[in-house]
């Protein structure tokens, strides 16, 4: 197709000026010596470096976040189930480790308490009835536990034994409606009966309001209940009212025993009364040392009175050996025996003391018999 006339001439012109700027393009030099032309062509193909960089880098994102993540979320799934399984592995240690510190809370009461026969016992149940506060315990007949028996732990007193069976026991807690125990004021010793009322506060009865009870006091069993053995913690007061319609007064006890947390009790198979020490657990070293017989052994030893008696007290009688001679009568009529025999006797006579220096030998004592 040929160009019309009338557009040759700007084509050409058009052209020539291309041309013009080419080569001056290619003459002029920008700064560091970089030539325009190349700086023309750098900035007309880097927009196409950049939609490539785009490209790549969109794709390189999509796999990391679509493709590569499949295999993250797997990974990150396994992880979640092992800190799930590490979790519950670290309660059920936990667990254990507190049933660890009871067991030998309670093996140390047990041992400082030597002197009273108690039964360990496992709590494994719970009364199904919400009104009646009773457990379920692993004793029973076949381990010597009775009805009517006293319960407790190394905090207080619990309850006592309700029925028995073969293998297993129920106990009836202070806080059930028909649980009762004898019971006292630690300071000033007026008694009177504690029941429970199926709520987690007890309630001690039958005490004078001319006597006078403060928040805070310890309340120990009497034993006139011919269940527990006297002076048994059984609670504190935590709150004291007057009754106006009664000469009675209104007294909540705490007990001293956590009973909405039983996990392991004490069965007192007797009632013979002992000195409760609740933080028995924590110095078992003293308790032992007073309880065990050798300390007193040591001030009555006989062994020392033999060492003061030693057997050098007998070397005095051989010194006397040189005397011998005047043991024999019959000698000191003669006067010549002392200046011819009798000296050279004696100078033999003190090499015989040397031998008595040894005093091993049982036998010296004999030989002044042996002239």
Not at 9 to 26: M, P
Not at 217 to 232: A, H, M, N, V, Y
Not at 291 to 298: D, E, L, M
Request: aromatic share 4%; hydrophobic share 35%.
């Amino acid at each position: 197709m040929s160009i019309p006339s009338r557009h040759r001439s700007l084509t050409l012109f058009a052209a020539a000026i291309a041309a013009q700027v080419l080569l001056l393009a290619v003459q002029i030099r920008r700064g560091q010596q970089v030539r325009l032309i190349r700086v023309w062509a750098i900035e007309s193909v880097s927009p196409l470096g950049r939609g490539a960089a785009w490209s790549v880098d969109g794709v390189r994102g999509l796999w990391n976040n679509y493709v590569g993540l499949r295999h993250m979320r797997e990974e990150n799934d396994q992880l979640r189930g092992e800190v799930g399984e590490l979790r519950m592995r670290n309660s059920q240690l936990e667990s254990r480790a507190a049933e660890a510190d009871r067991l030998a809370g309670l093996l140390g009461f047990r041992d400082v308490h030597s002197e009273v026969q108690t039964l360990a016992a496992r709590v494994i149940g719970a009364s199904p009835d919400p009104s009646s506060h009773m457990v379920f315990i692993s004793r029973g007949s076949r381990d010597g536990v009775k009805r009517d028996m006293g319960v407790i732990t190394p905090e207080g007193v619990v309850g006592k034994i309700f029925a028995v069976y073969p293998d297993t026991s129920q106990v009836l807690l202070l806080t059930d409606k028909e649980s009762g125990v004898g019971a006292l004021l630690a300071a000033s010793r007026s008694q009177g009966p504690v029941r429970g009322s199926g709520d987690p506060l007890l309630g001690l009865e039958y005490i004078s309001s001319d006597v006078k009870v403060e928040q805070g006091e310890k309340i120990l069993t009497s034993g006139q209940d011919r269940i527990f053995p006297k002076d048994l913690p059984v609670g504190t007061v935590v709150q004291v009212q007057p009754d106006r319609r009664s000469p009675f007064q209104k007294i909540s006890v705490k007990p001293a025993a956590r009973l909405d947390g039983l996990e392991e009790v004490l069965v007192l198979l007797t009632r013979q009364e002992f000195t409760f020490r609740k933080d028995a657990d924590k110095a078992p070293v003293p308790v032992a040392s007073v309880t065990s017989p050798k300390p007193a052994a040591f001030p009555t030893a006989p062994k020392p009175v033999a060492s003061v008696t030693p057997s050098k007290p007998t070397a005095p009688p051989p010194p006397v050996k040189p005397g011998t001679p005047p043991a024999n009568p019959p000698v000191p009529p003669k006067p010549a025996a002392p200046v011819t025999s009798p000296k050279p006797a004696a100078s033999e006579a003190p090499s015989k003391p040397a031998e008595p220096e040894t005093p091993q030998g049982p036998g010296t004592p004999g030989t002044p018999d042996n002239p």
